[in-house]
């Protein structure tokens, strides 16, 4: 369900952008070019699920994320693709509006396909930790700093474009607007009048035109950056929740639980030597145990040796204790 909102969002997302940074498609009636966009979509929201159980399910859990990522970054680049390619033959665009086209979607196949590798990655160790299973991890992997550095790259890369797309086109809308009012009034002096009167009312519709757009990109981008960072602080929240839980039972001499090894990066390194801390603690513990059962019962021998007397009474009081220690039991 996650991933057909992603898609179906795209579409109506690319049907706003699209007709704001490409002439040629503001030409287009708008509810022509959602269709064509819904159609492409919706093809390819068939098709995902197949692909996802022949690249993505049954492969190894370390690379699922990777591959969700890869695989929905594809669909919608093809989408983007295809419908570039469709504007190209149906109705002659340039190929620098397909280009536009392809950019846009690549954009929000971005922002989705991130958020739906980070559910694969909930969903592989919620997995993982049911059946009692745990990663093996790579000697390599994509460090978190990485992860963040290019996140937070490509969003700020993402938003500087897109705007700038924007403004451009505004720019050139406002000087077409120009170019027709000079022309009325050289044509029609009569006209003086009502352009003078106009001229106020028109450069503040042009305005709030611009600022709306802009808000309405800045909006956007501002949804889809929380968006990560929600899916991101709930991946944390997991690998974080199964540590301090272990760590807590740790803490009241339970060794009886590990760490699930979820995720190849540093939490699953972290995990891995926590499991490995509690074993050592466990088998230290079980020593130091033993060694306490072995000293009593060679104190109790060494008394009994010296004195069968209080030999009997260490025997009769074990007996006693025993007896009492069963019956508080039941």
Known sequence: MRSILHYLF????????????????????????????????????????????????GRDPRHQPRLQFLLDLGLLAVVGLGVGLFNGVAFGFPWHSGAKILAGFVLTGFFAATDLALQRERTVAADLARRGLHLTLDDRFFPMTRKFVLLASVCAASAFVVTFLIIVQDLSWLRFQDEISGLLLVWSRQLAWLHDAAAPRYWTGARLTVVIEVGFIAGLMLGYVLNLILSYSRNLRLLLDNETRVLERVHRGKFDAQVPVATNDEFGVIAVRTNEMIRGLKERTERLELTQDVTIVTLASLAETRDNETGGHIRRTQHYVRLLAEQLRR
């Open 10 to 57: 795209a579409g109506v997302v690319m049907t706003l952008y699209g007709s704001e940074v490409c002439p040629f498609l503001d030409s287009l009636d708008l509810g022509h070019f959602f269709l064509i966009l819904l159609a492409a979509t919706a093809l390819a929201v068939g098709v995902r699920p197949v692909l996802v159980k022949h690249t993505v399910l």
